[in-house]
């Protein structure tokens, strides 16, 4: 049966991988931002949350019933093991909630909806990558632009010092080893309008896909 094509969208902090998931919805992307899901995951009263709690234990709970992520994001930036504990339960939950939502938009798109492509946006797609690209995605697009440009736009976004965006940046994956992956390149040094042409004059190409099979 055909089906669309199910693009992972990444770069690093500040990149403009937000930015560039408003353009391509604008262009008829279904888009799926696992960010969003790995906070769904975690909402009160679900398997996740009883999960990470039965793990971490009641400490973690805030007096609304909800997760206590300042909390819990402390304990695993201290601890690499709590943080492969954390990812333990998380993963499996995100990535489930992922599949059952690309096989929606498959099917929304079969029964006649006017969808481009489906884009999932995947932040740290590249640091969890194991050697191969995930068997659920037909390319890895990469939102592209250079360090110091990253730094000035999370910086005045997030109101956070330069200092503190570069080690973030430092944690991730390095522009080489996001570039390497990239089945498609999307250039953001230039300006939005520059972004938008780019993308306006590229996606026709980038969303066709022969899956006649
Ligand atoms: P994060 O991973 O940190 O959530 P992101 O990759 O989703 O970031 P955006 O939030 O899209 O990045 O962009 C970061 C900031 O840079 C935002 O304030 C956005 O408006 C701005 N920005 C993105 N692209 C451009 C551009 N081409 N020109 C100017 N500003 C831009």
Redesign the pocket.
């Known amino acids: 049966m055909k089906r669309l094509k199910v693009i992972g969208l990444t770069?690093g902090?500040?990149?403009?991988?937000?930015?560039v998931c408003g353009l391509l919805a604008e262009h008829h992307a279904a888009i799926i931002d696992t960010d969003q899901i790995a906070r769904e995951v975690v909402q009160p009263h679900s398997e996740g949350l009883r999960q990470v709690i039965a793990e971490f234990g009641q400490d973690y709970l805030t007096e609304q019933g909800e997760l206590d992520r300042a909390k819990l994001r402390a304990t695993i930036f201290a601890d690499p093991t709590q943080k492969q504990r954390l990812e333990a339960i998380l993963h499996p939950l995100i990535r489930q909630t992922m599949l059952a939502e690309i096989e929606t938009c498959q099917q929304r798109w079969q029964q006649g909806e006017p969808i481009a492509a489906i884009v999932v946006a995947i932040?740290l797609l590249v640091e969890t990558l194991q050697g191969e690209k995930p068997d659920y995605l037909d390319e890895i697009w990469v939102?592209d632009c250079d360090e110091a440009t990253q730094l000035t736009?999370?910086s005045?976004?997030d109101g956070q010092t330069a200092a503190q965006i570069q080690a973030i940046i430092q944690q991730q994956a390095s522009r080489q080893q996001r570039l390497h992956w990239a089945d498609r390149i999307i250039d953001?040094n230039?300006?939005?309008q520059a972004?938008q042409q780019q993308l306006s004059e590229h996606l026709p190409e980038w969303f066709m896909f022969d899956n006649a099979a």
């Open positions: 770069g902090i500040g990149s403009g991988k937000s930015t932040p939102v736009r999370a005045q976004r953001n230039g300006d939005q972004l």
